[in-house]
C-alpha cells in the first residue's frame, strides 16, 4: 500500500514524491467503490472454476459499465450538467429494470 512507504520532506524532489504518493492513495478510495459496485452486478457462485468465475466478473463489469452510461443519459436528458457524487438511477432500481425486462423477453 502507498500509505506504507517512507516519506520525507527535506528537499523539494522528496516534497514532489511525497504529493504525488498522497495523489495515488486518493484515487484509491474511487477504484475500491467501484470494485464494490461492480460486485452488486455479479451472480452469487459457489464455483470454484476460473473460466466461469471470469465470466461472472466481466458480466458484471458491463453491466456496471451500462449502468453508468444510462445514468449520465439520464443526466443530460434533464439538462442538469453538475457533478453528483450519488447516481440519479440508483444500481438496485437498475437492476430490477433489468430483470422485469429479461423476464418479459421470456
Known sequence: FATNLDVNDEIGLD?????????RYRRRGGIETAYSKIKEFAPWTTSTNFS?????????????????LVDFLVQTLIDIIEFRTKPRVTAPRFRAFLRREVSALL
Do not use: E, M, P, S
Not at 15 to 23: G, V
Not at 52 to 68: E, M, P, S
Open 52 to 68: 466461469i468465475r471470469l465470466f461472472h466478473f466481466g458480466f458484471a463489469v458491463l453491466l456496471y459499465d451500462l449502468w453508468l
Open 15 to 23: 516534497r514532489r514524491l511525497t504529493k504525488k504518493q498522497i495523489t
